[in-house]
């Protein structure tokens, strides 16, 4: 991904979740793929698939379960 195209895809996740704490960074060595954070944490990635000139890119965020709240 580009510079131009990873700050489309931040600017679309911002809007959408409606906080300007979202950052998109490059720290990946793979071409096709972006990490994601918010505050300077470290949520997930999302990754670039393009198919039959079509393009669409896919978020991937792991949940461990020992950080989740516990149970009522």
């Known amino acids: 991904m580009d510079t ?3 700050l489309r895809i931040q600017s679309y996740l ?15 060595r793979k071409s096709d793929s972006v990490e994601v954070s918010i ?3 470290f949520i997930g990635v999302i990754y670039k ?15 461990l379960d020992i950080d989740l709240p516990l149970a009522p």
């Open 14 to 28: 911002r809007e959408k979740f409606n906080t300007e704490r979202i950052t998109l960074d490059m720290k990946t």
């Open 4 to 6: 131009s195209e990873i």
């Open 39 to 41: 505050g300077g944490e």
């Open 49 to 63: 698939d393009e198919d039959e000139g079509e393009t669409s890119y896919a978020f991937n965020m792991a949940i």
